[in-house]
Every structure is written in structure tokens, then in C-alpha cells.
């Protein structure tokens, strides 16, 4: 809760420092009910924390998650790789060149049959599963299921990256070092010094690389609000002198500008 309590209160610090500058009719009643929404999401945590648990003997075991979360995955990543991409799978391509790739995924999705989104949104959470639970349960899962697991978790990704898109790769790279966290302090398994030192080398490295990517897809979609730096339906203009995005380079600063817009 102390983190998510932190994370809410990064996102009203950012928009009230924001490049953005959206307009605010009523500062006071907007802020205390930012303030009033947070205050209530802690206290409805403290109150019910501490409550012993219910008694519950219907929950499925970690295999049978396991396995149902690896098939529904695993059969629905090609599917969904080729409507989205319109059949033009090609992720080299797309790092190269996002802002096509993302085009092309656009009119792929907007004129295809769309069954198979159909599909995903009936079993997402049965397809949810797959990344806590690989993550969280790593050291109790069978070698084979770690590799399948990895596979599908890659293949999603790289999907993303076909298509253009920076979701799959954000979601992936903010939320893996909470999973580790949570299966460390949760006894799961040990995390070591060295071991922690490498893991967080790699978050670096993935946010290193989240940062690019997501620069390069703003900059390269036609019409991008960020790289133009105005959002037409407000009739905002970033402001470029904003503390955060003044001093950095070009691409840099158009990452930054989209991350703050997002």
C-alpha cells in the first residue's frame, strides 16, 4: 500500500508539474479530492488488512494455473501477432521504422475481423496469469514450464514491438522488479547480493531500452502530439523549459514530454 500510495502521489506531483499544462478551474476541490480518494484507498486497506482471511478450499493449485495460462497464451500468440500486424510479422522492420509498423498495425486492427481480441478479452484472466505467476513462483516451476513460460512472455512482447507499440514492453519493464520483490519478501525464494546486483542491472538496461523505444514510436507516428509538442483537442503546448525535459537532448526530451503525457 506504501508503494502504491507513492505512485499516486508521483502522478499528482508530475501533472501538477507537467510540460502540460492543463488548465484547473477549482485547485482546491481538485487536489482534496485527489487527496480525499487516496486518504479513503488507505483506509479501506488498513480496516480490512488485519481482518483474518476467510476460509476458501475451491482454489486451484499453482499447475493447474500454470497450465491453463501457458496453453491460453501460447495458442492465442500467433493468432493475435498476425491480425494485429495485418500478416506482416516483422519486428526488425518495425525497430527500424515504428511509426510505420504502428500505421500498419492501426489499419490492420481497424478493418480485420477482430475474433480473436473477441477471444482474449473472454479468457484475460486466465491470460493475466502468466507473467505474476512465472515470476512470483519461479523457483517451484518445472524447467520446461520456465521455458514455455519465457517464450510466450517474449512472444507478447515482441508482438508489441511489431505492432509499433510500447504497452507490452512498459508493463514488462515496471512491474518486474515488484514481482521479484514480492516473491522475495514473501519467501518464495532468496534474492543475494550478486543476484540483486544483476537484476538491477537489467531493469536498468530495460528501462534504458523502454525509454528508446518509446522515444522513437512518439517521434515516428504521423501527426504525433508529443513530437509536435501540441494536443489539439485541449489546445495544449508543451512547454519545453519545464524543469524535467529543459536540459535534455532532442529524442531524449520527446520520450520525456510523451512519458508525462501518457
Do not use: C
Not at 48 to 66: D, E, N, T, Y
Not at 78 to 98: H, W
Amino acid at each position: 500500500m506504501f508503494v502504491v500510495q507513492a505512485y499516486l502521489l508521483f502522478s499528482v506531483l508530475l501533472f501538477a508539474t507537467s510540460a502540460w499544462n492543463y488548465p484547473i478551474d477549482n485547485p482546491v476541490l481538485f487536489y482534496g479530492y485527489l487527496a480525499g480518494a487516496q486518504l479513503a484507498l488507505y483506509l479501506g486497506y488498513r480496516y480490512a488488512v488485519f481482518m483474518g482471511p476467510r476460509g476458501f478450499k475451491g482454489r486451484p493449485s499453482l499447475k493447474v494455473l500454470m497450465a491453463a495460462t501457458l496453453t491460453a497464451n501460447l495458442l492465442l500468440l500467433a493468432p493475435t501477432a498476425l491480425f494485429r500486424t495485418g500478416g506482416a510479422f516483422d519486428p526488425v522492420a518495425a525497430l527500424n521504422d515504428p511509426g510505420s509498423a504502428y500505421a500498419q498495425s492501426l489499419e490492420a486492427r481497424r478493418s480485420g475481423e477482430p475474433m480473436i481480441e473477441y477471444v482474449r478479452i473472454l479468457l484475460g484472466p486466465i491470460l493475466v496469469l502468466l507473467y505474476p505467476l512465472t515470476v512470483f513462483y519461479w523457483k517451484r516451476l518445472a524447467l520446461v514450464t520456465r521455458g514455455l513460460a519465457v517464450t510466450a512472455l517474449a512472444g507478447t512482447v515482441v508482438t508489441f514491438v511489431a505492432m509499433g507499440t510500447n504497452k507490452a514492453i512498459v508493463d514488462t519493464v515496471l512491474l518486474f522488479p515488484w514481482l521479484l520483490a514480492a516473491g522475495h519478501y514473501s519467501g518464495q525464494f532468496a534474492l543475494t547480493k550478486r543476484r540483486a546486483a544483476a537484476l538491477a542491472a537489467a531493469a536498468i538496461l530495460g528501462t534504458a531500452a523502454m525509454v528508446i523505444f518509446f522515444g522513437r514510436t512518439m517521434a515516428s507516428r504521423e501527426g504525433s502530439i508529443v513530437y509536435h509538442g501540441y494536443f489539439g483537442l485541449a489546445g495544449l503546448r508543451a512547454d519545453e523549459t519545464a524543469l524535467h525535459v529543459r536540459y535534455l537532448p532532442p529524442e531524449t526530451r520527446v520520450a520525456i514530454l510523451g512519458l508525462d503525457f501518457y
